[in-house]
């Protein structure tokens, strides 16, 4: 019996060391697969705030953002922005986001993103908000937007805040 456990251990412990890394930021709901969760820094007193991210469609059927929840905002809602002869336009998604199967789509600064809206507190590099996302299929789905500075442009890379360049790795450079 004693053999047969050992054994047993021994093979549990090579799947684990085999399986493929799941990326710490990396959420899974139904078909869905959700990544790089961000925000920026907010300045005080700020009522609104963007959050970013990846959704990836799995599936044989489209699903829908239909906004979300967080203890930090009074709600959530998907919006969008667009120039219209040259004037800057943001206006809420009506009906939600489309997520085509078999399609990615990304949230980003200056075209869809999640508006956050009624914030009660600034937020503040470096803090991760817990959000709650509402899709018409997968339901409700929990992430984390790992808040960058303010004005960053992407999520946070290893060693850097969202949309900060490492420098260390810039040829010429010396830090």
């Known amino acids: 019996m004693k053999k047969i456990l050992g054994m047993l251990s021994g093979i549990v412990l090579m799947a684990v060391l085999i399986a493929a890394p799941v990326r710490a930021d990396e959420v899974k709901a139904g078909d869905l697969v959700i990544t790089q969760a961000w925000s920026r820094a907010t300045p005080g007193g700020a009522k609104i705030g963007g959050g970013y991210l990846t959704i990836e469609n799995n599936g044989k059927t489209a699903d829908r953002l239909e906004g979300g929840t967080a203890d930090i905002a009074g709600k959530i809602e998907v919006h969008e922005m667009s120039m219209d002869n040259g004037v800057m336009k943001m206006r809420p998604v009506e009906r939600g986001l489309t997520i085509d199967p078999g399609k990615t789509v990304k949230l980003a600064p200056s075209g869809i993103h999640l508006m ?7 937020l503040k590099q470096g803090e991760k908000v817990p959000v709650t996302l509402n899709f018409e299929k997968a339901g409700k789905v929990s992430i984390v937007l790992d808040v ?14 969202p949309g900060q360049m490492d420098m260390k790795k810039m040829p010429g450079m010396k830090m």
């Open 116 to 122: 956050i809206m009624d914030l009660k507190a600034p």
């Open 148 to 161: 960058g500075g303010i004005g960053a442009m992407g999520p946070a890379a290893a060693g850097t805040s």
